[in-house]
């Protein structure tokens, strides 16, 4: 699977320190990360007009390389700088852009760079910066930050000032932060390139979820071998269906309804087996079973899920089936993998006696405690696995906030792990082929919709 990393601030630092220790000096290091955000800058600007503000640090140090790089390839640039340079590798950068520098703007402009304080920051800005930031965004018609805009918390995404100012183009330097996928920040950041800097694989770092990519079956396959995905019947039998429609186009062999009764709006080629639960699944060829998708709350439901548990070689467990989730039903070693939405994961979080803050802390807290692989579904959604592995995902279409599209996701996901997958990847390539399927089915969708659009999204991905 292609995935770069997303490193905290701290891990920044040390990557970049392991540079300096190998001969990098700090001044290089910044013309070539500078120098690249330049490039990006003169690309959108177009030959028009470039204002740059420059803070106290290396931030600002960055903002003045982008000031003589840009002059030097023929834009027309003004440099303002609310407070003098303080490192010295900012004050040889200032003293090598050899220009003015202003303190304050003045008439509108075309395109604004932000490199006040970038990445690192942990408090909001004062209130002398936060004006200043504003009313410069104000004037000008395009706005790039480099690194991540001033106001934005580095390792959270947070936004620490009011009426921060929307950025078209967001440049990180050297590897993504968190922030470049987290909300509320991410919201403000408009594209989002990278300029590479030799940052070298980072141990214990998250990954920021790729293309996958997927074989597809070998010359001597057949349905069993491909997987067979068992999906437990429910309640509401509307919701499995959804979810074995998305596990057929996901690259499973064969999916097979475990119903009591067969439903008339099972399609013909989905086989519905409606023998006793138990012994549905003592069918040794099944590689992984579903559980969840209208399923229901009552106690026939909690015996479905019990004996999912029991019995299944692997399992992705969701929707109602999380909200009966306890510690002493997890049988120990059994690759398991959840998908929770916000309410779901917190009701895990009480069950499993997890206590932690947002999203992504919350998952990673419940695959510890847990042993199970933790896909925490959302706007920015993160899968966490028990070791700490961590993957974020990028944003995917607005349109997926409909109901029914988590079926689909469950659906794709155990198709995957009946297909050989580990369950962490398996959701890393699960979140992937939703996003696409979503990307390709447009605007305004149903949930069977999207599920008809995953196996061309598991055709990108061959």
């Not at 699944?281 to 079973?289: F, G, H, Q």
């Not at 709350?297 to 692997?314: I, M, Y």
Request: net charge neutral; aromatic share 4%.
């Amino acid at each position: 699977m292609t995935a770069a990393q997303v490193l905290t601030a701290e891990q920044m630092r040390a990557a970049e320190q392991a540079l300096f220790d190998a001969g990098t000096s700090v001044s290089d290091l910044m013309e070539t990360a500078a120098g690249g955000a330049a490039e990006w800058i003169r690309r959108v600007a177009a030959g028009r007009s470039v204002t740059v503000l420059c803070g106290p640090g290396n931030n600002g140090g960055d903002g003045y390389v982008i000031a003589r790089r840009l002059r030097e390839a023929g834009n027309a640039v003004t440099v303002i700088a609310p407070l003098e340079p303080r490192t010295d590798v900012a004050k040889e950068a200032h003293a090598r852009w050899n220009g003015p520098v202003g303190t304050a703007g003045s008439g509108p402009g075309e395109v604004f760079v932000d490199c006040l304080f970038g990445s690192g920051l942990a408090r909001p800005l004062g209130a002398e910066h936060a004006l200043l930031l504003r009313d410069l965004a104000a004037r000008h018609r395009y706005r790039v930050a480099i690194d991540l805009p001033s106001g934005i918390a580095t390792d959270t995404g947070a936004v620490l000032n009011d009426r921060l100012a929307a950025y078209d183009l967001t440049v990180a330097l050297g590897a993504w932060k968190f922030a470049h996928w987290s909300l509320p920040g991410r919201a403000l950041m408009g594209q989002l390139r990278c300029v590479p800097i030799g940052i070298a694989a980072v141990e214990g770092a998250a990954q920021l979820i790729g293309r996958p990519h997927i074989a597809p079956p070998a010359v001597d396959s057949h349905k069993y071998r491909r997987g067979l995905v068992g999906i437990v019947g429910g309640a509401m039998p509307g919701a499995s269906l959804l979810a074995a429609s998305a596990a057929q186009r996901a690259g499973a062999g064969y999916v097979k309804l475990l119903a009591p009764a067969a439903d008339p709006r099972t399609p013909p080629d989905i086989v519905t087996d409606t023998a006793p639960l138990a012994e549905a699944l003592s069918d040794a060829r099944l590689s992984a079973v579903l559980v969840g998708p209208g399923l229901g709350r009552d106690a026939a439901a909690a015996a479905a899920l019990f004996e999912a548990l029991r019995q299944a070689p692997a399992l992705v467990v969701d929707a109602d089936a999380l909200m009966l989730l306890t510690p002493g039903m997890l049988p120990a070693g059994k690759p398991i993998l959840v998908t929770p939405h916000d309410g779901e994961l917190e009701t895990l979080c009480r069950s499993f006696g997890v206590i932690a803050e947002g999203r992504r802390a919350r998952a990673l807290a419940l695959a510890r405690v847990s042993g199970m692989v933790v896909l925490a579904k959302g706007p920015d959604t993160c899968i966490a696995a028990p070791g700490g592995r961590l993957a974020l995902a990028p944003p995917a279409s607005r349109w997926l906030s409909v109901a029914g599209t988590g079926d689909v996701l469950a659906g794709i996901a155990a198709s995957r792990m009946a297909a050989g997958c580990d369950p962490f990847t398996a959701a890393c390539q699960a979140v992937w082929l939703h996003g696409e399927a979503a990307r390709r089915a447009g605007p305004a969708f149903t949930p069977s919709q999207l599920a008809e659009k995953v196996a061309e999204a598991l055709a990108a991905a061959l």
